[in-house]
Nanobody
């Protein structure tokens, strides 16, 4: 089992920044690729960004490319999502997820473990 706890969400004005943190516990963190997904009210959960086990490979949704940056610290069992130039359409609950197989990093169905989510609200 892997337990994931997100933090860092909040209310921010458009153009502002937030940094989300996902702290992992349980099994060896470096065995898992990590992803961030988000879900806005009335919409399906969507892929945001993912990072490979070692951190050498990253994947971004087109909607956040150039604005968001994912990173990880395997010594601290933590993955980060730095979000800059936030837009109202970024408003959603953001979820951290862990994937042991790393076959399809953009696919939510491939992830084994999920956090409880953290709310991000961007006002216009």
């Amino acid at each position: 089992q892997v337990q994931l706890v997100e933090s860092g969400g909040g209310l921010v004005q458009a153009g502002g920044s937030l940094r989300l943190t996902c702290a992992a516990s349980g099994r060896t963190f470096s065995n898992y690729g990590m992803g961030w997904f988000r879900q806005a009210p009335g919409k399906e959960r969507e892929f945001v960004v993912a990072i490979s086990r070692s951190g050498t490979s990253t994947y971004y949704a087109d909607s956040v490319k150039g604005r968001f940056t994912i990173s990880r610290d395997n010594a601290k069992n933590t993955v980060y999502l730095q979000m800059n130039s936030l837009k109202p359409e970024d408003t959603a609950v953001y979820y951290c997820a862990a994937d042991s197989k790393w076959v399809a990093p953009r696919s939510a169905t491939r992830y084994d473990y999920w956090g409880q989510g953290t709310q991000v609200t961007v006002s216009s």
